[in-house]
C-alpha cells in the first residue's frame, strides 16, 4: 500500500486518467471528490464488497441450476 500526506485542494493522479483531491477536512473526516472518465467504476469499499458478494452469490446459485439443467 502507497500512503501519501495530502492537504486541502491538494490531489493524486491514478493511471493518468483518474485524479482524488481533498476537498474537506473536519476533525477525523476527510472528503474527497474523485474525477474519473465514465467507464471507470467508483465504489465505497463497503458497497464494492457486497457487489462481489452479491455475484458470488448469484454464480453459485444460478450457475449450479443452470449446469443442472444442461446436465439433465
Known sequence: MLALS???NEAL???N???VTVLEIKGEQVK???SA???VPVYR???YVQIQDANKEAVNVDGME???GLLG
Do not use: D
Open 45 to 47: 469499499k463497503e458497497v
Open 32 to 34: 474527497l471528490g474523485i
Open 6 to 8: 495530502r492537504k486541502k
Open 17 to 19: 486518467n483518474v485524479e
Open 66 to 68: 443452470a449446469l443442472k
Open 37 to 39: 472518465p465514465r467507464e
Open 13 to 15: 493522479v491514478i493511471n
